[in-house]
């Protein structure tokens, strides 16, 4: 094979992986090794505990605390917000950083994840599947989606290495929070509602990242990335013209 041939298939089998890897980067293809907290339902307990303000981009806010927390899941969606985009910046909402859906028991250890396509949109977790057994073993009720609060930079550093298919503990306080005078943003108490006002709004004391997805196609990324840098390199080593003075 002439060095102008394996440039080119080294060029493109590299390219290829990349995309396949980058595509299937949240594919669940392998069975995990779940930590034995996955089993446990959330933990909370009511507290009596005054409200304080936090302040997060110039802004003030008030935050009420409802109930201690503590939860164990499995990441299967999970969607940062930037300060300056979207919703959250027309809302002057700052304070949550993150919304991350997980799931826990049966729904981690016993069902086809892969089966099942999981989304954030601004304020919901959404989950869908053509699989009807996959469906009839989806637990519904152990499922949540989590505004995340946080004006802690070393909390707010873990969750920017936060990826699906990771196992978190987080723990923290159930919340209303807002800006003082304007509306405020509530919290659901009970993993057994759906729908609006299902999502549980979490002041965050420590999140913890226990284990990460490890799969086949997030492997094949370091291997193609290699690979492309090296065709690169080897194209610009390699002579390709013969400039003919006239």
Not at 24 to 41: A, G, H, K, V, Y
Not at 200 to 205: G, I, K, N, R, S
Request: hydrophobic letters at 40%; a neutral charge.
């Amino acid at each position: 094979m002439s060095r102008g041939r394996l440039i080119g298939w080294l060029f493109g089998v590299s390219t290829f992986g990349l995309l396949l890897s980058w595509w299937n980067w949240d594919r669940f293809t392998s069975p995990i090794l779940l930590d034995p907290l996955i089993d446990q339902e959330p933990r909370q307990q009511q507290v009596q505990r005054a409200a304080f303000e936090v302040e997060a981009n110039d802004v003030t806010y008030r935050v009420q605390p409802l109930y201690r927390y503590e939860l164990t899941g499995l990441v299967v969606s999970l969607k940062r917000f930037k300060k300056d985009i979207g919703i959250h910046q027309r809302w002057n909402d700052f304070i949550n950083v993150a919304d991350v859906c997980v799931v826990w028991g049966g729904n981690a250890r016993d069902v086809d994840l892969a089966a099942f396509r999981f989304w954030n949109g601004e304020f919901t977790c959404n989950f869908k599947t053509r699989d009807p057994e996959a469906w009839a073993a989806f637990d519904q009720y152990k499922i949540s989606n989590n505004h995340l609060l946080s004006d802690d930079p070393r909390l707010q550093r873990e969750l920017k290495r936060l990826q699906v298919g990771d196992q978190i503990t987080m723990r923290g306080w159930l919340s209303e929070y807002g800006e003082p005078g304007r509306p405020v943003r509530g919290t659901s108490t009970t993993r057994e509602d759906t729908g609006d006002g299902a999502c549980e709004t979490v002041y965050l004391d420590d999140f913890v990242i226990l284990g990460s997805m490890e799969t086949s196609w997030r492997r094949l990324w370091w291997p193609a990335l290699f690979g492309l840098l090296a065709a690169i390199g080897l194209w610009l080593i390699t002579p390709h013209h013969h400039i003919r003075k006239r």
